[in-house]
């Protein structure tokens, strides 16, 4: 056979990225439906356990503090700098020179990530005033329990780096399923191990929840390298190429997550200074909208990201940019009836998930209306995602980097224009107008740099549009019907968001289905397959 691209027959070179691309986003996006499903649980246990109340506050503070130090040092490297280099030693070189460089990171994340959190023992203090000055304003006893909180939780850094690392070397070999269940075993770690202790640890339940979570999480990753055949051999060289590569690839990388630090940081400061309740409330929001962001976006664009880099080191930019659309349009077919159904049924939602003991209805008013805004956020974070990941694949971390501290500044201007009026609901806007701006500036970038950015969205764009408007108003109905015939409870929350929710997506998928939409069928025939395959098996 002709090595020629042009003797390659197009149905062939079109149906195998395809199928390995939902395959790969079906298998992301099970496990990440287990891990959300489980972070449900784990924030029903929370609002059971102690509500929406002042110390869920600091606890919420004190635990973003590892996630933030995570997101820094390894989770904006995992995607931009980590699996693409990981993946060309994957594909190009030996696995025993895999294995080494595998063995040099962990050796050097593994005594860095330690140094770090002997530091957070002893400015734990200091980052709780930065963090949540505002509790000096309701109440100053949560400034003091937020400070032991963090030190507490500072392990944390260290289980959740390492296990990064891990997830990064599974990712460039292509093994997607044991990373994808990792979410699923950190929530559980609250989920079993808070209501065992709550009655005598109190809100420090929750640290052990989490402590316990992140160590299974690492032992799963490391089951799963081993079972590779990755030797996993601490190993000390800091001049290897590999790590001037992922330095290079990581530097734009990291000058824009420090400026998205400091939006953090200035967001939990104003949000601490509006009540003390304000920093649970957005939390409960912010499970809910982020619940369909990892099952869809997250999981299509980490499916995308090895084959985006490959087609990119191959010099194949039709190759690349059919990739890149098909993620772009997998992801808008599924987000767009995620977020009709959050903004259609927050308050039935909210109700069922989580008021119940601590968490009251004047909580899940609170909550619906951040959620609201949210969703507005979420389908802009949606599709900005894949054009993230778009850029990583080409080695160019240094415009997303860009784009992120112009959206930053984005996000200070409104948020200083509007908390002011709106209080946290302000907080909330300038961060749904952060991710706005910062998903039209790459789309335009894409536009500019790779192109056939109409066709990447497809001709099926206003098919989506009249088909979630006709779903919103079957779902509309539903909700009027069920006010009308069920008291408010229980009963009517149910069938409220399984009835009526249920109906509106039969009703988009059957109209996408009619219309002949080619993202569904790829999608409903890789399951089909995958289904089958495991039939046969």
Request: aromatic share 8%.
């Amino acid at each position: 056979m002709s090595n020629a691209p042009q003797e390659k027959p197009p149905d062939r070179v079109a149906t195998a990225p395809a199928a390995n691309l939902a395959v790969g986003a079906g298998l992301l996006a099970l496990g990440s439906a287990a891990g959300r499903v489980l972070g449900l649980a784990r924030e029903m246990v929370i609002a059971a356990l102690f509500g929406a109340t002042g110390e869920v506050s600091a606890f919420r503070v004190a635990a973003q503090v590892p996630v933030l130090l995570y997101d820094f040092l390894v989770g904006g490297m995992l995607s931009a700098a980590l699996v693409p280099v990981l993946s060309s030693y994957a594909q190009l070189r030996a696995r025993q020179e895999f294995a080494y460089v595998v063995g040099v990171l962990l050796t050097l994340f593994g005594v860095g990530l330690g140094l770090l959190v002997l530091a957070l023992q002893w400015a734990a203090p200091q980052l709780a005033w930065l963090l949540a000055g505002g509790f000096d304003r309701s109440d100053p006893t949560l400034l003091d329990l937020t400070a032991r909180l963090i030190r507490w939780t500072a392990p944390a850094v260290w289980l959740l780096g390492m296990a990064g690392l891990a997830t990064a070397a599974l990712h460039a070999l292509q093994r997607f399923s044991f990373p994808a269940l990792a979410t699923a075993v950190y929530n559980l770690g609250i989920v079993l191990v808070a209501p065992l202790l709550a009655p005598w640890l109190g809100i420090a339940a929750l640290v052990a929840g989490m402590l316990a979570g992140g160590a299974a999480q690492l032992a799963v990753m490391v089951v799963d390298l081993r079972r590779a055949g990755i030797d996993l051999t601490p190993r000390l060289r800091v001049n290897h190429p590999a790590l001037r590569r992922i330095f290079f690839l990581y530097a734009p990388i990291a000058g824009g997550l420090v400026v998205s630090l400091g939006q953090v940081t200035l967001d939990r400061r104003l949000a601490s200074a509006t009540g003390e309740q304000s920093i649970a409330w957005m939390a409960n929001a912010t499970t809910l909208q982020q619940m369909p962001l990892g099952l869809i976006s997250v999981a299509v664009s980490l499916a995308a990201l090895p084959q985006l880099s490959r087609y990119h080191a191959v010099g194949d930019p039709e190759g690349y940019r059919a990739t890149l659309g098909r993620g772009l349009r997998l992801v808008l077919l599924l987000i767009v009836p995620a977020a009709l159904l959050l903004w259609l049924m927050g308050e039935p939602l909210t109700r069922l998930l989580f008021e119940r003991a601590r968490f009251t209805a004047a909580d899940t008013a609170q909550v619906t209306a951040a959620l609201a805004v949210y969703v507005v956020g979420m389908l802009f974070a949606a599709v900005d995602y894949p054009l993230n990941f778009a850029f990583y694949a080409r080695n160019n971390t240094w415009l997303p980097a860009t784009v992120g501290v112009i959206s930053v500044g984005i996000y200070v201007l409104c948020a200083l224009l509007l908390m002011p009026r709106l209080g946290y609901l302000g907080l909330v806007w300038a961060d749904t107008a952060k991710q706005a701006g910062h998903a039209l500036i790459m789309l335009a970038l894409v536009a500019r740099q790779v192109g056939g950015v109409a066709a990447m969205l497809g001709p099926n764009l206003g098919r989506l549009g009249v088909a979630a408007a006709l779903a919103a108003g079957i779902g509309w109905a539903g909700m009027q019907a069920v006010a009308h015939w069920l008291a408010p409870g229980l009963v009517a929350d149910l069938a409220t968001v399984a009835g009526a929710g249920g109906a509106s997506l039969v009703v988009y998928l059957l109209l996408l289905h009619r219309a002949r939409v080619p993202e569904l069928t790829l999608l409903t025939g890789a399951v089909a397959a995958r289904l089958g395959r495991r039939h046969t098996a």
